[in-house]
């Protein structure tokens, strides 16, 4: 995953991003409760990358005006906002239209999300969860420091998403498999959570990750001291054998 939780480098004057990491998953695996678990528990900030769809095509900006030319006028609102679900009409019955829209607002979702975790990261905070579904599919993950898959078996999500947004074991279905499957988003896991259990059960999973990660980050400051030890005293033993060496010649 990309380098997070180092300094911005270009223009960002030795300031430090925040630890980010990303939690994705299939629909209805629980993504919106891990990052709510997240945030209340390990005080973590918080980006929603729908909500920064939303801001990428705000009346006046460039996305906006791009939307009009390719959808027409009939996505604009009363308040002259773009009107999301006359857009979410066109795009959701149509794969071709869908990827129209995604090419002409994933790249200003990505530069509002590296904006954000700079903005961030100036107010010092420790680390950030991003919640993206579609994070895999538009490759979001290279800005990410680690990538957290959240699975939910499609029976588990069928039963999850029938009861959330009343709708019938068909229509729950068609829309898991229209996604990519658990294990394709698995591959490119840095961890999954496992969402098939109890919301108690979801708790310790999420408690287990930060804790691993914090015990992972020990490790590696444990390896990188003794590496410090380590060089140092050959460097050491180096230079003991030269001046040695030196007086002997003498
Ligand atoms: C299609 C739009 C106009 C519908 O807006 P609306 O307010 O009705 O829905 P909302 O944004 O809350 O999304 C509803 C659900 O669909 C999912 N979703 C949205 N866009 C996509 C997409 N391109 N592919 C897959 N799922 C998507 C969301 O993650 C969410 O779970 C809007 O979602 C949009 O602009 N999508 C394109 C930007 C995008 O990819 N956003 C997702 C970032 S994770
Ligand atoms: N462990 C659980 N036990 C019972 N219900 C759960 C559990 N996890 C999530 N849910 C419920 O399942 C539904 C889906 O969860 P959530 O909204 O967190 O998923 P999501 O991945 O964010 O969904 P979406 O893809 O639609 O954005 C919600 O109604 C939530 O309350």
Redesign the pocket.
């Known amino acids: 995953m990309g380098g997070g939780g180092s300094s911005t480098g270009s223009g960002g004057g030795g300031r430090r991003r925040p630890l980010v990491i990303g939690v994705t998953g299939g629909?209805a695996s629980g993504k919106s409760m891990v990052t709510r678990l997240c945030q209340g528990r390990y005080g973590v900030s918080v980006l929603d990358?729908?909500i920064l769809?939303?801001r990428s095509y705000a009346k006046g900006t460039p996305c906006y005006r791009q939307l009009l030319k390719t959808f027409g006028e009939e996505i604009v609102g009363e308040d002259g906002q773009i009107n999301?679900?006359a857009?979410?009409r066109i795009?959701?019955s149509s794969p071709q239209e869908?990827n129209r829209?995604?090419g002409i607002?994933?790249p200003e979702?990505r530069r509002l999300m590296e904006e954000d975790l700079r903005a961030l990261g100036e107010t010092g905070i420790h680390a950030a969860v991003v919640e993206?579904?579609?994070m895999l599919e538009a490759g979001w993950e290279d800005a990410m420091d680690e990538v957290w898959v959240v699975a939910a078996e499609p029976e588990v999500a069928k039963t999850r998403l029938m009861s959330r947004n009343n709708l019938s074991a068909e229509d729950a279905l068609r829309r898991i498999e229209a996604q990519m499957t658990n294990q394709e988003r698995i591959e490119k896991a840095d961890r999954v959570i496992w969402n098939n259990g109890t919301v108690a059960d979801l708790e310790k999973e999420v408690e287990r990750a930060w804790e691993e990660r914090g015990t992972l980050r020990r490790r590696r400051a444990a390896l990188k001291a003794r590496w410090r030890i380590l060089t140092a005293g050959v460097g050491f033993a180096i230079l003991v054998s030269m001046l040695q060496l030196r007086f002997r010649m003498k």
Do not use: P, S, Y
Request: charged share 25%; proline share 0%.
């Open positions: 629909i990358a729908d769809g939303h999301r679900r857009l979410g795009v959701f869908r829209l995604e607002v994933w979702i993206a579904a579609v």
